[in-house]
């Protein structure tokens, strides 16, 4: 929900109506927010619930190029210690990630996706950059979705994953660390018009 936008960023969290729409008690729902406080998403204040925490896009920006530098550190890394079981293991997420887009179900894409990049990251065989990778992409993730909601875009990042997974499995670390940068801004490019957008007077305006 937040990730899609369902739940807006500086938006107060109903405890109640979460359990009735998820069919679930507190206790889960409680130890989810924990999770989501960790991961940067909400934040929990006493006496005051949850809040869906709201990130300027100076910070979104800033924390693309953590993410960046970190995948330009395990690109090298991955194309040396991938194994033929992580090739294959991407490759079927790959397919499915093109099956998620040839159907127009961008959750299904996006989590796909997500989890790409970061099975390209722990390739690297370095635990502690991914946990930071980890920790710093749930951080933005709802941004990184917006990114998505450009069709040509989305097109274009699909073929983009190819080539990315293309330069993996030769092995050549080089030319997979400059796509996966190109990729990287390529979609903050457009996530970034997409919030601009939503922002400008007019489209307040309108709500």
Do not use: C
Not at 15 to 41: C, D, H, M, W, Y
Not at 90 to 109: D, I
Not at 169 to 197: F, Q, T
């Amino acid at each position: 929900m937040i990730t899609s936008g369902e739940l807006e960023p500086g938006s107060r969290i109903n405890e109640r109506i979460l359990v009735e729409q998820l069919n679930i008690s507190r206790t889960p729902l409680r130890e989810a927010f924990k999770i989501l406080e960790g991961e940067g998403l909400i934040s929990i204040r006493p006496n005051a619930g949850a809040t869906v925490v709201t990130l300027s896009s100076e910070d979104v920006e800033a924390s693309i190029e953590v993410l960046i530098g970190l995948e330009s550190i395990a690109a090298e890394r991955a194309a040396l210690h991938a194994t033929e079981a992580d090739l294959r293991e991407l490759a079927e997420l790959q397919e499915k990630m093109t099956e998620a887009w040839r159907a127009g179900e961008l959750m299904s894409y996006f989590h796909f996706n997500q989890t790409i990049h970061q099975k390209i990251v722990d390739a690297a065989r370095n635990p502690a950059l991914s946990r930071v990778y980890a920790s710093e992409s749930a951080r933005i993730r709802r941004f990184r979705f917006v990114g998505n909601r450009d069709p040509e875009r989305w097109a274009r990042a699909v073929r983009e994953h190819e080539q990315i997974l293309d330069a993996l499995v030769r092995r050549e670390g080089p030319l997979l660390r400059e796509i996966l940068r190109a990729h990287h801004l390529s979609g903050w490019r457009a996530a970034r018009r997409e919030l601009d957008l939503a922002l400008s007077p007019s489209a307040s305006s309108t709500t």
